[in-house]
Structures are given as structure tokens and as C-alpha cells.
């Protein structure tokens, strides 16, 4: 089944001890991105990735770090995590050409 | 970067047109539109892309003036399982996915 994953699903923390969410699509896409979602401010764009090796700052990056060793791989990691960062946060690809971004099903994160 | 403006909310009823417009002002040359649909508790989903004039597929329709500067989302026929955030995204053609900006998002709610 064509998908992305999202591990975990939902995690309680405290503030300063870092932390990775990791993404996995099984698509071969080529652009891969990540997402935050707060009440009263829709999506915002983190980072997103082109290809392996190829990343770049989306609207709020600050806080965040995003590697792409694999194409079928983007993991999130919060270096120094603060209480701000508690939030949904979702992967998506998609291939190169197309508008469908296919989303993972989110990553419910608390910072203490 | 193109920010867009939606309606916060809307209500409907069961069988209705909808019709749910974007504006976006500031849409540069190389920008597409595009709408997603996100359910609660889950990652948003695509719904259609356009460039200009009409564009048309199996659950929506997509009316773009000449002067790009607004869209209107239209769902003919709703129905209870259409309620949800909708999404319109002002950004690069298919795979760019670079600096795309969600926006807040309408939520459509349908009514028996």
C-alpha cells in the first residue's frame, strides 16, 4: 500500500531533550516536506526536501533540523526542544511534477 | 511570497452547491492553486490544481478569473462527509514545493 508513516504517532517530552520523528514513504517520490499545525494557524511549512542530499528552510525552520540521506526517508529532529514546539506535525511527498502531496497521519507532539 | 485569504467558516446543507473562494494577491507568474480537504485528526488530502480558467475532476471544480488574483473551490452537491477544513495553496507547479503557504483554511460545515 502507497503511504507515509510517521513515527511516533504521539509524544510527551520535556523541554531540552532531543528528539527525532521520523518520516518513511514507500513511493520513490522525490520531494518530501514537513509540516506543523497549530490551532488557529492552518499548515505551516518547516523545511521540505527535493531529493537525497537537497533540503531547504519552509516558513518556520527555526528549532528544527531535517537530514535526507534516503529518498525514501525525512526525519524531523528537534535539537533542544521548548514548550512552542508542542504541536501536529505531518510529513508529505510527492513526486516531481505533480501538485498531490500525499500526507503522513501526524505526530502529535508535548513539550513540558 | 503569495499569502491567501479564506472565509473563516461555512455552513451548508446536504445537497447544496458550495462554493468557497481564495484570494491571493500577490500570486506571482509561476504559481499554481491548489485546494486540499483535511478531516479531523488527519493529514490533509488533495483535492484539485489549477493554473487559470476552469478546471474540472470527479469530486470539484476550480473557477480562476483572468487576473489570478482570487479562486473559488466549488463542491456541487455536498454532502455530511464533506464537512472539513478546506485548504487553498498558492505556490510553485506540481513538484515545487518550495515556501508553500497553507493559509488558515474554511471549514465547511454541512448540515442535514
Not at chain 2, 69 to 91: E, N
Request: aromatic letters at 10%; glycine letters at 8%.
Amino acid at each position: 500500500e502507497a503511504q507515509v508513516t510517521q513515527n511516533p504517532r504521539y509524544l510527551i517530552t520535556v523541554t531540552g531533550k532531543k528528539l527525532t520523528v521520523t518520516c518513511s514513504q514507500n513511493m520513490n517520490h522525490e520531494y518530501m516536506s514537513w509540516y506543523r499545525q497549530d490551532p488557529g494557524l492552518g499548515l505551516r511549512q518547516i523545511y521540505y526536501s527535493m531529493n537525497v542530499e537537497v533540503t531547504d528552510k519552509g516558513d518556520v525552520p527555526e528549532g528544527y533540523k531535517v537530514s535526507r540521506k534516503e529518498k525514501r526517508n525525512f526525519p524531523l529532529i528537534l535539537e533542544s526542544p521548548s514548550p512552542n514546539q508542542t504541536s501536529l506535525y505531518f510529513c508529505a511527498s510527492n513526486p516531481t511534477g505533480s501538485p498531490e502531496q500525499y500526507f503522513g497521519p501526524g505526530t502529535r507532539l508535548t513539550v513540558t | 511570497l503569495a499569502k491567501t485569504t479564506q472565509p473563516i467558516s461555512m455552513d451548508s446543507y446536504e445537497g447544496q452547491e458550495v462554493n468557497i473562494t481564495c484570494s491571493h494577491n500577490n500570486i506571482a507568474t509561476n504559481d499554481y492553486i491548489t485546494w486540499y480537504q483535511q478531516f479531523p485528526s488527519q493529514g490533509p488530502r488533495f483535492i484539485i490544481q489549477g493554473y487559470k480558467t476552469k478546471v474540472t475532476n470527479e469530486v470539484a471544480s476550480l473557477f480562476i478569473p483572468a487576473d489570478r488574483k482570487s479562486s473559488t473551490l466549488s463542491l456541487p452537491r455536498v454532502s455530511l462527509s464533506d464537512t472539513a477544513v478546506y485548504y487553498c495553496l498558492v505556490g510553485g507547479r506540481g513538484g515545487s514545493q518550495g515556501n508553500l503557504i497553507f493559509g488558515k483554511g474554511t471549514k465547511l460545515s454541512v448540515k442535514p
